[in-house]
Structure formats: C-alpha cells, structure tokens
C-alpha cells in the first residue's frame, strides 16, 4: 500500500494549523496550477490541488535533506564543534558607500553584496523585502537597479513572503541569475527547492547566490503596526525605521527616537513559528 500523498492538506494539518507557519511564501510560489495564495500573513488554497506534493516538499517546516544541503552547498557536513553551522570566515563589516550608509538599517553589508553582485553581472536580479498597500507592509521586491535595491534596504520586522517574489523573478521576468535574500526559514525554503527532489526544482536552479540575514523574531503586521503602535499614539505611516539593539525594540519618527522600550514588551506580537525556530544566522546560506 502506497504511502498517502503529501498535500496543501498536509501542510494545513502540520505546518499551519499548528502555528508553524513562516508565511515564506514558498508553498504559493511552488505551485504549478497557482491554486495558492496569500491571504494576509496565511496561504490559502482557491483552486484545485493536483496533488504533486510540490508545495509540501518546498515548505521550510517539513522534511528538510540538512545533509544533503550542508554536502551539496559546503561539500561537508557541520561537526560538533560548529553549532552555528559551516563557515569559513566571520567578519565585521560596514559599507563605504554614501549612498548605502543613509539607508541601511546598520552596517548596509547586504544591500553593497547585491550591488556589486548586480553591477558586475554577477547576478541579474536580487529578491528583496520591500514594502506594498500600506507603511511597512513588507512584500518581496524583484531588484533590477541600483534605485531598486536603496529602495527596499532596512529591516521590515514583519514577514514578507520572499519565495512568492522569487517565483516572479523566474516566471515573470525570466531571470536566469538571481540573488536571494532571505531569513533562515526563507533561505531553508530555498534550499528544499534546490534540493529536494520533490522541491520547486524550476524555480531553485535558477538561484545563483543566498543571502541569509540573522533572524531572531518576526512580528504579526497587524498586532505590531496596529495595537503595539496605536497603544503608543502612532500610526505606521509616522515611523521611519524600526530597531532592535540591546534589549530594546525602537521606533524613530523622522529621524528621532519616539518609541524605546523593553523588548519583552512587543514579545507577544512574535509570530508564534518564530518560537520553535533553531536558526539565528541562516546556516544554509552561502552569506549570512
């Protein structure tokens, strides 16, 4: 007897339901019929499944080869002494770019990796988080410019489903060569498409470099911007940027410090995936 066929279905009944979901954007992005969407921070099915197991086997929450991936990326597996993962070097780094250092959230090391990457044709197109419909509503960005990727620099702090903006860097751009930016799970969503056999195999060959970025939580949209921000006599559109150091979640206003409080105070607007999750530095990146 033939083993039961892993669906939507079964990603509803172990990933979503049970509050695993990372809201990646992988499960759409894999789908070939497009029978999946997004419905806010959830994915939905609107259409009907033809049962290929695509979407379950691109799920960052599932079946994971970690093995496989560590020899195909690494060509080794971690030892025990390598709790983060492989590496081969740490470094501390900070841009020399002007025009990067008045937009990054910090250092601006990514944001000047996909310039160089791009401008060199290294690469032809780098998914980013952006932002769509409302302040800070985090969306995937295809990158094709400079412009493009000043644009999306900084941190969101709530899920943008990058593998949906992935799917669109392939299928409607038809890039070739693209640059993946993304959080641990995002980047393990990747990798399941590179390689799991049963992975959105289509859209993962055509990933040339990932860039993982450190990750300790991601927040509910409508939790952090609405209730947390409003209790504080704020609205989204007021904030500049947002952060994260030393034990505090900050909020600016043009410019100035209009938030500072405790980080145990927004810890119940954390996505509740965010609290299984084992992987702070994206250990299946190739840059972290």
Known sequence: MSAPKKIFGTLVAQVIKPGLCTACGGCVAACPVGALVMEGETPRIVG????????YHSCPQTEVPYAEVERAVFGRERSEGEPIGVYREAYSVRTRLEEVAKVAQDGGAVTTLLIHALSTGMVDCAVVAGVRDEPWRAW????LTV???????????????NLIGLSEAVVGYAKQRVAFVGTPCQVRAVRQMQFNPKGCLKLGERVSIVIG????????YDKLMGEFLKSKGYEPKDISKFAITKGKFIAYSAGNEVINVPLSEVKGYVRSSCHYCRDFTAELADIS
């Open 48 to 55: 009907q499944c033809v049962t290929c197991e695509v979407c």
């Open 213 to 220: 970025l450190f990750c300790m939580e991601s927040f509910h």
């Open 147 to 161: 412009d493009d990727l000043l644009k999306a620099a900084g941190t969101k702090y709530t899920p943008s489903p």
């Open 140 to 143: 995937p960005k295809v990158a």
